[in-house]
């Protein structure tokens, strides 16, 4: 059976906004939307789902109701974010809202104080193949038999079997993993002193009980409790949806090419038929 993509969308409008360079037609900005449909393309063909899910993060967040700071070295600067950032936000939002839906890509999922990552987390279960487009290594915990990842910056797919080789760990104990050590990226703290690597050589019983580094572990227990809704998916509330069937519309695409001057993506129309039809 075909899988079920499921896209972090976010963070592919992201990759496209450093990769693609300031492009702009008739004075609006356009790079982040050109470069997220070119790699939905290429994804799309690489992978041939069955069906797509676009998950998107809110612009608010109900962890930061148990961490306050959480994320918040993301922030641009003190004055808020800059005109790059606002033409990349309102890009995002185009997406979103009106490109991918005109494209007939039904399943744009946000839910108001959750994360794309939660939205993704709802979507995998032993019941469906399922194919996770990211690089977002928070997303490891989601792995299992019928749950892999295709890294985006690495080009190929990483699956269960190749965590628990690379890890010596089950990807459910990747949670472990992030509550232990905390997680930089989403400027969460961990216990003082206590890495990734540490943290899995704890949990494979690999740390020898009188050494100081177990001991500042089994002090942590309060962080460690407090970080388990920061790094767990999905977060408490999250809301699974009705999958509905896309139906692609190439003559949208067509129209969308002229909109922004995406001259070169008409060259393959027949193909993007071929993967989204």
């Given at each position: 059976?075909?899988?079920?993509?499921?896209?972090?969308?976010?963070?592919?409008?992201?990759?496209?906004?450093?990769?693609?360079?300031?492009?702009?037609?008739?004075?609006?900005?356009?790079?982040?939307?050109?470069?997220?449909?070119?790699?939905?393309?290429?994804?799309?063909?690489?992978?041939?789902?069955?069906?797509?899910?676009?998950?998107?993060?809110?612009?608010?967040?109900?962890?930061?109701?148990?961490?306050?700071?959480?994320?918040?070295?993301?922030?641009?600067n003190d004055e808020g974010p800059d005109q790059e950032m606002l033409d990349a936000f309102?890009?995002?939002?185009?997406?979103?809202?009106?490109?991918?839906?005109?494209?007939?890509?039904?399943?744009?999922?946000?839910?108001?104080?959750?994360?794309?990552?939660?939205?993704?987390?709802?979507?995998?279960?032993?019941?469906?193949?399922?194919?996770?487009?990211?690089?977002?290594?928070?997303?490891?915990?989601?792995?299992?038999?019928?749950?892999?990842?295709?890294?985006?910056?690495?080009?190929?797919?990483?699956?269960?079997?190749?965590?628990?080789?690379?890890?010596?760990?089950?990807?459910?104990?990747?949670?472990?993993?992030?509550?232990?050590?905390?997680?930089?990226?989403?400027?969460?703290?961990?216990?003082?002193?206590?890495?990734?690597?540490?943290?899995?050589?704890?949990?494979?019983?690999?740390?020898?009980?009188?050494?100081?580094?177990?001991?500042?572990?089994?002090?942590?227990?309060?962080?460690?409790?407090?970080?388990?809704?920061?790094v767990s998916l999905p977060f408490p509330g999250t809301k699974g949806r009705l999958i509905?069937?896309n139906v692609f519309d190439v003559g949208s695409l067509k129209s969308v090419c002229r909109?922004?001057?995406?001259?070169?993506?008409?060259?393959?129309?027949?193909?993007?038929?071929?993967?989204?039809?």
């Amino acid at each position: 059976m075909k899988p079920l993509l499921v896209i972090d969308c976010n963070y592919l409008a992201h990759r496209a906004r450093f990769t693609t360079g300031p492009l702009s037609y008739k004075g609006q900005p356009t790079g982040v939307i050109f470069g997220f449909l070119n790699q939905l393309f290429s994804i799309g063909k690489e992978v041939m789902p069955e069906n797509i899910i676009f998950t998107w993060d809110s612009r608010k967040s109900k962890r930061r109701r148990i961490l306050p700071e959480y994320k918040m070295n993301r922030k641009q600067n003190d004055e808020g974010p800059d005109q790059e950032m606002l033409d990349a936000f309102h890009q995002f939002a185009l997406l979103r809202k009106e490109i991918l839906p005109g494209l007939g890509f039904k399943n744009n999922w946000m839910q108001p104080g959750y994360e794309a990552d939660d939205l993704i987390a709802v979507c995998c279960s032993p019941e469906r193949s399922a194919v996770i487009a990211s690089s977002d290594d928070d997303l490891l915990q989601l792995l299992s038999k019928q749950t892999c990842i295709y890294n985006l910056g690495r080009k190929e797919y990483y699956t269960k079997d190749k965590f628990v080789n690379e890890y010596g760990i089950k990807p459910k104990q990747w949670i472990e993993v992030k509550k232990i050590a905390g997680c930089s990226g989403d400027n969460v703290p961990g216990v003082p002193g206590v890495g990734e690597k540490t943290a899995i050589k704890y949990l494979r019983g690999e740390l020898n009980p009188d050494t100081k580094t177990y001991q500042k572990i089994e002090q942590g227990r309060k962080i460690i409790e407090r970080n388990e809704d920061l790094v767990s998916l999905p977060f408490p509330g999250t809301k699974g949806r009705l999958i509905l069937p896309n139906v692609f519309d190439v003559g949208s695409l067509k129209s969308v090419c002229r909109q922004f001057g995406f001259t070169k993506m008409t060259n393959n129309l027949d193909d993007w038929k071929v993967v989204f039809e």
